[in-house]
């Protein structure tokens, strides 16, 4: 984080509105490199660096991206786009990593992609010129450049010039994967569920973005902090029912049980279905969580992982029969009835079915969200709209949906209400163009067809049903989901890349 601020001080250098006569790119402008990764083998690839993807440049220290080409690739080479957004950020455009899916993607060929974007605290200061051009700004004040929308409209302004210079550039701009983890994933989330769509189109002119598409071809997100105008109602539905939440206070207990009751309408108002046709409720949807962490725990009890009976598991000694339907493609091919899909080669990851030997068959969801709760304390009450005046302090989603000034606002009519303020229509917009969810219904929209989703089973930054939910009206809109809830990992990402890798290897066939 302090490294990520330290770019508040870079920005001196910024170009107020830089224009250029046209986006630009020099096929012979590379500069041969070379990584070498955790394995000691070593990738050789050429870059393009600071490669400006709008025309009108607001902030010249993120608005670009860097693309490394590896030795061997042509135009057909799918391109791996990574975006490293954390806590919506600021995110300077990097060089590829050894030990994360930028290292593996150029190891396994494809071309990488890292984009700069702004993010809640990208800022400079106005010099003179700046404020006598722009009403109402002083001289010697901080300008923020990056409030929301504009990290989804920087990455859907790259994705636009790599297709803008698709021609003279290796790499296929039809077969754009994206990655990102945490606010990361849930740009990777904006980019695969938001193609195309109307709604930016504006924004993305005005910024001088390419005149193209945006949309992908698939999107892996890890942990995303999705859908946050209801990110605290499903929290404290899930958490709720913790001993840490009944004993609070009463002012934030009374929170609890105000939000949680709101959550029901929401998830009944998404219409999801699991994959034999049942409408998920209120009344059923913890055993449909339950289901799925089951069958996380299970895989990783077959391939060795010790899951204690502590945690609230219930094991039988027989074989079959404990698994609900899980969303689609989540669960490994080696546990789809021990055959692989036609065409796929076996994950590298070493699971195998186990024909006898101890089952999980039930789980007692209260001592395991305690569990949950024993490794990483919760969030406040409110967990994302916390900006309540004396009682809790703004988070960084409240930044977030502030403006150029620097303020924080809130962005649910729950915390705003406890305000006594109203959201205006224009916070309503940007709390809209944020949220992937909105966006998989409508018919304007391209969405990527294939979908690569993480979340830890004691991942705590956000509750289970955002994930979940997100994963479930992505398998209803009929795209290839492969959703686990991964067994023991917290809030993280890049992780298990041999099974990440074969499973883009599958979809790139």
């Known amino acids: 984080m302090k490294k990520l601020f330290a770019f508040i001080v870079c920005v001196s250098l910024f170009i107020g509105a830089l224009a250029q006569s046209a986006l630009q790119f020099d096929s012979n402008a590379g500069m041969k490199s070379s990584i070498v990764l955790y394995d000691g083998s070593s990738v050789g690839y050429t870059a393009y660096e600071r490669l400006f993807y709008v025309t009108n440049v607001e902030d010249s220290v993120y608005q670009f991206l860097n693309v490394f080409v590896p030795d061997g690739a042509t135009q057909n080479t799918p391109i791996f786009l990574r975006t490293y957004v954390g806590g919506y950020m600021a995110s300077p455009a990097a060089q590829p990593q050894a030990g994360d899916a930028t290292g593996r993607a150029l190891k396994e060929g494809y071309v990488v992609v890292i984009p700069g974007t702004r993010g809640r605290n990208s800022a400079f200061v106005a010099d003179k010129a700046y404020s006598k051009a722009h009403k109402g700004v002083k001289e010697g004040q901080t300008i923020y450049t990056g409030r929301a929308p504009k990290a989804i409209l920087d990455l859907k302004a790259a994705i636009r010039y790599l297709r ?37 189109a504006e924004l993305l002119k005005n910024m001088g973005a390419a005149d193209e598409r945006d949309d992908v071809f698939a999107s892996i997100c890890y942990c995303p902090i999705i859908d946050l105008e209801h990110a605290d109602m499903a929290y404290e539905w899930l958490f709720q029912q913790t001993d840490s939440r009944q004993n609070l206070d009463d002012l934030h207990k009374s929170y609890t049980e105000e939000l949680a009751a709101l959550f029901p309408a929401y998830l009944e108002s998404l219409r999801l279905k699991k994959s ?73 990851s070493g699971l195998r079915v186990r024909q006898v030997g101890e089952y999980i068959i039930d789980l007692d969801m209260k001592q395991y969200l305690n569990y949950v709760v024993s490794t990483q304390p919760l969030k406040g009450v409110p967990a994302f709209d916390s900006q309540i005046e004396i009682i809790n302090r703004a988070s960084g989603e409240n930044d977030l949906f ?71 009206k992505l398998q209803n809109a ?17 992780y298990a890349l041999d099974e990440l890798f074969d499973w883009i290897a599958f979809i790139c066939k």
């Not at 009929?478 to 993280?492: C, D, M, T, Y």
Request: aromatic share 8%.
């Open 276 to 348: 034999d046709g049942t409408l998920l409720t209120a009344d059923n949807y913890l055993d449909y969580i339950k289901s799925e962490i089951i069958r996380s725990a299970q895989i990783a009890k077959n391939a060795g992982a010790d899951i204690p009976d502590s945690l609230g598991f219930s094991f039988n000694n027989s074989a079959g029969g404990m698994f609900a339907a899980p969303i689609n493609g989540g669960m490994p091919p080696q546990m789809q009835g021990g055959q692989l899909p036609q065409g796929m080669r076996p994950m590298r």
């Open 164 to 200: 803008h210079f698709d021609k003279d550039m290796l790499g296929n701009a039809e077969c754009i994967i994206t990655d990102g983890t945490s606010a990361g994933g849930a740009m990777s989330a904006l980019m695969g569920a938001t193609g195309n769509n109307p709604e930016y």
């Open 478 to 494: 009929g795209k290839e989901v492969n959703f686990l809830l991964a067994w023991n990992r917290p809030h993280s990402g890049d």
């Open 402 to 472: 502030g403006d150029w000034t620097g303020n924080s606002v809130n962005f649910t009519d729950f915390t705003a209400r406890k305000n006594n303020v109203t959201l205006s229509d224009a916070n309503r917009q940007n709390v809209r163009l944020m949220n992937p969810m909105i966006f998989i219904d409508d018919s304007n929209t391209t969405i990527a067809p294939h979908w690569y989703i993480r979340h830890g089973a004691r991942d705590r930054d956000t509750a289970f049903p955002v994930p979940v939910n997100f994963a479930t």
